[in-house]
């Protein structure tokens, strides 16, 4: 699967809120760093953190571009909320290795009636 196509395919499965699914695109020493929080390394642990963010708010990406360059696809998104955000995937033998995302997450929060930390 091209980076285009995978990508493609992790919204479709974000979309679901298929957690399964979505681990199953990462490589077994993946990194997912999105840059509100701490890196999440491993593909369990990837598996986990969506199981958790699922369990906390209904999220929905709405795809407004996907750019592949190489080994590597950038997805710009918003939600229904109004939210924006992008994600960076790299890619190697059709699986991720490092995903980035950027994306505010006190408008996360407030839009789901989330507590906001207070640290």
Known sequence: MKPRELVEAWVKAFNNADAHALASFYAESAINHQVVKPPVEGR????????????????????ENIFEDGEWAILEWKDPLGL?????????????????????????????????PTH
């Open 44 to 63: 369990n642990a990837i598996f986990e953190m969506f199981v958790s963010e699922f369990a906390n708010a209904k999220m929905v990406c709405i795809v």
């Open 84 to 116: 924006r955000g992008c994600g960076f995937f790299h890619i190697i033998e059709g699986k991720i290795v490092f995903q980035r995302g950027y994306w505010d997450e006190l408008t996360f929060l407030r839009q789901h009636n989330l507590p906001i």
